[in-house]
């Protein structure tokens, strides 16, 4: 199949809290999953992206982490701004046929100072 | 700025009529993608191009069609447009698309499609 689930759809984090938001997929074949960010009025905007060979990967506030035998992968962002108030995306490439990559619904992040 | 372009930025056109939207990919990049975002829809994928070919399709509605130029530039044309149509059009681009291997895909800033 091809499904990419994400929840929450809303989270609101406590300015400096950490936030997390967990996605899972249904291809087995998978191998890249990049989450993008997305302000208003504007494109998605990637953030940072896990391949299957690693299970986590760090830049600065930011990580991915991912457990293939599950089918799941989370982003976590610690220390939270009020900039990082956005509509995050997880994505996972689908191996069947052609390539393309599927988008999970979105989870709106609101950050209270 | 993820240095994909789109024009126009906005677009409102009556149903039945017909639209064209065009990207410029990054310098470079090879492959261009396009992905329809709608409120009940989410990002949605259409079509992929690669050096002038199409390499991949998706939900991608026979109203609608796509090429790309051998400048690379894209274009996806929207006919006999209906309410439901209406949506933001988003462009992205990646360096190249070698078998087995994915390209990280950068995004333009989007049309916003209003159909009245």
């Known amino acids: 199949g091809e499904n990419v689930e994400q929840h929450p759809s809303t989270l609101s984090v406590q300015e400096g809290d950490s936030a997390v938001i967990k996605c899972t997929y249904s291809?087995?074949?998978?191998?890249?999953f990049p989450w993008y960010k997305q302000e208003l009025g504007k494109g998605p905007q990637l953030i940072i992206d896990?391949?299957?060979?690693?299970g986590e990967k760090k830049d600065q506030r930011i990580a991915v982490t991912l457990n293939k035998t599950a089918k799941h992968f989370s982003l976590h962002i610690t220390e939270t701004q009020p900039e990082d108030s956005a509509v995050y995306f997880c994505?996972?490439?689908?191996?069947?046929?052609?390539?393309?990559?599927?988008f999970g619904q979105g989870t709106r992040l609101t950050i209270n100072p | 700025d993820s240095g994909v372009t789109q024009t126009p930025k906005h677009l409102i056109t009556a149903t039945g009529q017909r639209v064209t939207l065009r990207c410029s990919p990054r310098?470079?990049?090879?492959?261009v993608y396009w992905y329809q975002q709608s409120l009940d829809q989410g990002l949605q994928f259409l079509i992929q191009?690669?050096?002038?070919?199409?390499?991949a399709k998706g939900n991608i509605l026979e109203r609608f069609s796509a090429q790309q130029f051998p400048d690379l530039h894209s274009e996806l044309n929207l006919s006999s447009l209906e309410l439901g149509d209406s949506a933001l059009y988003f462009c992205?681009?990646?360096?190249?698309?070698?078998?087995?291997?994915?390209?990280?895909?950068?995004f333009g800033p989007g049309t916003r499609l209003t159909v009245l």
């Open positions: 992205a681009s990646s360096v190249a698309t070698q078998r087995g291997y994915t390209d990280t895909q950068y």
């Open positions: 291809d087995s074949a998978s191998n890249y």
């Open positions: 896990i391949r299957s060979n690693v």
């Open positions: 994505a996972a490439i689908i191996i069947q046929g052609a390539q393309k990559l599927v």
């Open positions: 310098s470079g990049d090879l492959s």
């Open positions: 191009y690669y050096n002038g070919e199409e390499r």
